[in-house]
C-alpha cells in the first residue's frame, strides 16, 4: 500500500468491528467550516462572557436574589394595644371562628384557652403558626391572605384572650 490517499477505500477492519466496513474519506468542506466556527465562536463568547461583560452565574444568581419579591416578615409584638386586640377579634371572627370556635375553645382546630399549645403559644410562635399554617392538621397559611399586620392583630386578640404564654 502506498502513503497516497485514495478516496472510497475500504479500510479493511471489518474483522474487528463485527462485519462492518469502513471508508477512509475526508469530511465534507461545510463540515468542517461548521466545526471551526463553532470553536471560533466559543472561544470569542468566552472572552466576551468572562473578560469583557464580566458576567457570571454567581452575579446574575445574587441580581435575581436581589428582584424577587420579599416574604413578608414576621414581626413579633408589630400589634398591641386595645385597638390592635379589637381589630385582631374582629378578623378572627371573620376568619377563624369556623375552627377555633367564637369562644376560642375550639371545635375542628385546637383550643385556644388552655395553656397546652402545640406549636408555642408565645406571640412569636403564634404570629408563625398563623403566618406559615399547619397544612397537615387542616389550617391554611394566612400569611398572602391576611398580611403580617394582620396577622399580629390576631396574634395580640389570641394571645390576650385565649391565655397564650
Not at 369556623?98 to 412569636?124: M, N
Request: overall charge negative.
Amino acid at each position: 500500500m502506498s502513503d497516497k490517499y485514495v478516496p472510497d477505500q475500504i479500510l479493511g477492519h471489518s474483522d474487528e468491528a463485527d462485519g462492518i466496513e469502513e471508508y477512509d474519506n475526508a469530511l465534507p468542506a461545510w463540515w468542517l467550516g461548521l466545526f471551526a466556527f463553532t470553536v471560533v465562536f466559543g472561544v470569542l463568547y468566552t472572552v466576551d462572557y468572562h473578560f469583557i461583560s464580566h458576567r457570571s452565574q454567581v452575579k446574575e444568581y445574587t441580581a435575581e436574589l436581589e428582584a424577587a419579591p420579599k416574604p413578608a416578615a414576621v414581626v413579633a409584638g408589630s400589634a398591641s394595644g386595645p385597638e390592635a386586640i379589637e381589630a385582631g377579634k374582629a378578623i378572627f371572627g371573620a376568619n377563624c371562628v369556623g375552627c377555633h370556635g367564637a369562644d376560642l375553645h375550639g371545635g375542628v382546630g385546637p383550643d385556644l384557652t388552655d395553656h397546652t399549645w402545640i406549636h408555642g403559644g408565645r406571640l412569636p410562635d403564634i404570629e408563625k403558626t398563623i403566618t406559615t399554617g399547619v397544612p397537615e392538621k387542616g389550617m391554611i397559611t394566612w400569611g398572602p391572605i391576611l398580611g403580617p399586620q394582620k396577622i399580629a392583630q390576631v396574634a395580640a386578640y389570641v394571645h390576650e384572650a385565649g391565655g397564650g404564654e
